[in-house]
């Protein structure tokens, strides 16, 4: 389909179809789409822009990547397809390992979604994954050496389950997802109330200039979870209120 430069939603479009042609690959889940959908409606909410608190949340993250002993980031295929040259810049700053995990696993999948990433220049962890995780389905598998041992972990687009497995297992999790009433987001030590792909790099751009002492103090002054959701909900409550005016 070619969709006209002039569309006033032409990005948009575009990425709909790089996702429904992930999809029709195998490299994202069908439900991926329906996921990705629910991320449109609060992009749509908040304005289509990252919103101050989640510029700050991007600030906490680099200075919480900068104290992490064994920093993990949990990519999915929706992820992968929008954003594999973004989680490799990131990957290049902090150190961070990249670990494929997946809702709907199959092996097919994890070695597609790997090679795509690979293509755009980001390490992927890996090895036999293990039934670690507090979770039943196979939302439990992970890697002994890569998130089961991690003491912090970035899960973009995550479900709540498995975020909250994470927080259970005592880590660090900073998740990124547009819906700040979403399970992932309120079991976060950090929510990240954000579009995925513009976020990361200002999640880089931060951590490239950061300084020890400009970590622990940032990390003295985060806000509590709950600050960081209050502030997309007053946002959007904001809008709402003001957008016909
Ligand atoms: P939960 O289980 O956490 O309550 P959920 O059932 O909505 O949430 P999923 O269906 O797995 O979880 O959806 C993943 C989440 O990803 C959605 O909440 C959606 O807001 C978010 N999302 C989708 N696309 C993007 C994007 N480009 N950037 C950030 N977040 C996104």
């Known amino acids: 389909m070619s969709i006209p430069v002039d569309h006033p939603r032409y990005h948009s479009l575009r990425v709909r179809e790089r996702l429904a042609q992930a999809m029709q690959a195998g490299v994202v889940a069908p439900e991926g789409l329906c996921a990705h959908g629910r991320g449109e409606s609060f992009y749509y909410l908040l304005g289509e822009q990252t919103i101050p608190s989640a510029q700050e949340a991007a600030r906490c993250a680099a200075a919480l990547f ?38 709907h696993r199959t092996e097919e999948r994890i070695l597609m979604i790997t090679d795509l990433l690979t293509a755009a220049g980001v390490q992927v962890l890996k090895g036999e994954a293990e039934r670690l995780l507090p979770l039943s389905h196979d939302r439990a598998f992970c890697l002994r050496h890569g998130i089961y041992e991690a003491d912090l972990v970035l899960v ?26 979403s399970r992932t987001s309120r ?14 790099p200002l999640i880089t751009s931060y951590a490239t200039s950061l300084t020890q002492s400009e970590a622990i103090s940032i990390l003295d002054t985060m806000p509590d979870p709950v600050w960081f ?10 809008r709402l209120s003001h957008v016909l005016d």
């Open 66 to 103: 900068f104290v992490a002993k064994h920093p993990m980031i949990s990519v999915n295929g929706n992820t992968a397809v929008l954003a594999a040259s973004e989680i490799a810049s990131l990957q290049k700053v902090t150190g961070a390992m990249v670990e494929v995990g997946l809702f």
């Open 156 to 181: 973009p687009l995550e479900d709540g389950d498995r975020a909250g497995a994470l927080a259970l297992l005592g880590k660090k999790v900073i998740t990124i997802d547009l819906n700040p009433l």
């Open 187 to 200: 079991t976060a030590t950090l929510p990240i109330i954000a579009e995925v792909t513009e976020v990361l």
């Open 229 to 238: 959701l209050q502030a997309a909900l007053d946002t959007i409550s904001q």
